[in-house]
């Protein structure tokens, strides 16, 4: 079974810009969740959707949206690009929302310039 | 607040010796559970094992095994005869059922295996 896949791996943008990444969870799997990594905060959650809907969200500004399709796959949208959203951002896919594993993706390297 | 704590920002092992990477918890929720995850420079992170709040028994998979004192609220990860592939950072995870797919994340131990 394919793991969690996402796109791009690498991006470089500019501050002002918006980018949009993607995530195609385990086949099967309907929760998935984002996370951010930077080396100063560490791992932080964004926001977890599940049948489409946002089920729960991070402390995170506006700027930062997400959604999910009907074949569970995920994406997310920075708008206004900062300095400061340089960071690996990482999906992670559960068959539900309560107990079960999050199994996470190759992650998405965001560099803003 | 729910809270995950790893001491141990950096260790160094030698190769096919064991070696316990700690972390702490705080949440005043009865049921949760508990996760480790390796993260190569590569940047995927690997789900190694999982320990529920009601399990009795501490959680094994393989040369993983998850030393769990609920009443002392740890949860160490011990890695039995290391390899060089164990290199790597190494997060302790917690999640708690009320809040779904939330996962809170310690700040990780970068370990080092030393041939």
């Known amino acids: 079974k394919a793991g969690v896949t996402q796109t791009p791996r690498y991006l470089i943008k500019t501050r002002g810009q918006q980018v949009t990444l993607s995530c195609s969870p385990i086949s099967g799997h309907r929760s998935v969740s984002w996370y951010q990594q930077t080396p100063g905060q560490g791992l932080q959650f964004l926001f977890e959707?599940?049948?489409?809907?946002?089920?729960n969200k991070g402390n995170f500004p506006g700027r930062f949206s997400g959604r999910q399709f009907s074949n569970s796959r995920s994406e997310m949208n920075v708008s206004t690009l900062e300095l400061g959203d340089s960071a690996l951002y990482l999906c992670?896919?559960?068959?539900?929302?309560?107990?079960?594993?999050?199994?996470f993706g190759p992650g998405t390297r965001l560099t803003v310039l | 607040a729910q809270k995950i704590t790893q001491t141990q920002p950096g260790m160094f092992v030698q190769e096919k010796e064991a070696v316990t990477l700690d972390c702490t918890y705080d949440?005043?929720?009865?049921?949760?559970?508990l996760f480790w995850y390796k993260q190569p420079s590569s940047g995927e992170m690997i789900f190694l094992i999982y320990?529920?709040?009601?399990?009795?028994q501490n959680a094994t998979e393989g040369r993983y095994s998850l030393n769990f004192q609920k009443a002392r609220k740890s949860a160490n990860l011990v890695i039995s005869a290391s390899q060089l592939g164990d290199s790597a950072m190494y997060f302790c995870?917690?999640?708690?059922?009320?809040?779904?797919?939330?996962?809170?994340f310690g700040q990780g131990t970068e370990l080092s295996v030393k041939p």
């Open positions: 995870a917690m999640r708690e059922p009320e809040k779904g797919g939330k996962l809170i």
């Open positions: 959707y599940f049948s489409e809907t946002q089920r």
């Open positions: 992670a896919s559960s068959l539900a929302r309560y107990t079960d594993t999050q199994y």
């Open positions: 949440t005043s929720d009865p049921s949760y559970g």
């Open positions: 320990q529920g709040s009601y399990d009795q």
